[in-house]
Nanobody, 116 residues
Framework: QVQLVESGGDLVQAGGSLRLSCAAS?????????MNWYRQAPGQQREFVAR???????DYADSVKGRFTISRDNAKKLVYLEMNSLKPEDTGVYYC?????????WGQGTQVTVSS
């Protein structure tokens, strides 16, 4: 069974930084998965944040380009989201998602709160 565990969420002031981690230790062929980060603000729909393919190509939402960086460590089955220059509008629950063969698995999320 695929299990994703996010960590690293916290309360931080605007302009600060956080690094989120997602552990995917139960995924047998982790390197074959596209790994994603999504977020959901209170009262809003879940939205795409960043994606990294099995080959290391990355894609970002326009709202986080230049501030966030996604990376992965296939040997450790980890994916990271480095978040810099945080803004209050970055507040939300951040979810890790693993996609392969049109199937997506989700973690439980980690809370990020950015105070102004």
């Amino acid at each position: 069974q695929v299990q994703l565990v996010e960590s690293g969420g916290d309360l931080v002031q605007a302009g600060g930084s956080l690094r989120l981690s997602c552990a995917a230790s139960t995924i047998f062929s982790f390197s074959n998965f596209v790994m994603n980060w999504y977020r959901q603000a209170p009262g809003q729909q879940r939205e795409f944040v960043a994606r990294i393919t099995s080959g290391g190509s990355t894609d970002y939402a326009d709202s986080v380009k230049g501030r966030f960086t996604i990376s992965r460590d296939n040997a450790k089955k980890l994916v990271y989201l480095e978040m810099n220059s945080l803004k209050p509008e970055d507040t939300g629950v951040y979810y890790c998602a693993a996609t392969r063969l049109e199937k997506t698995y989700w973690g439980q999320g980690t809370q990020v709160t950015v105070s102004s």
